[in-house]
């Protein structure tokens, strides 16, 4: 995996927890962008996806491990 841009961590951060059909075209295509790399992805585990709401997360990975429970 390459190194992750700071426009590319600007929008992570901005458009985290956010529904995707809130993005305008432009976001839309960087949303995909970050997906096709593995960054983010479409999550539908929160109330609004049983109605197939997505919303934007970012992908477990390396550069992003899981929180740890305590």
Do not use: Q, T, W
Request: charged fraction near 25%; hydrophobic fraction near 45%.
């Amino acid at each position: 995996m390459g190194a992750i841009s700071a426009d590319d961590a600007a929008f992570m951060d901005r458009f985290d927890g956010l529904y995707v059909g809130m993005l305008d075209a432009d976001e839309l295509e960087a949303f995909a962008d970050l997906c096709r790399r593995g960054l983010l992805r479409r999550s539908y585990a929160h109330a609004g996806g049983l109605l197939g709401l997505a919303r934007i997360e970012r992908a477990l990975s390396p550069v992003n491990p899981p929180a740890k429970e305590a």
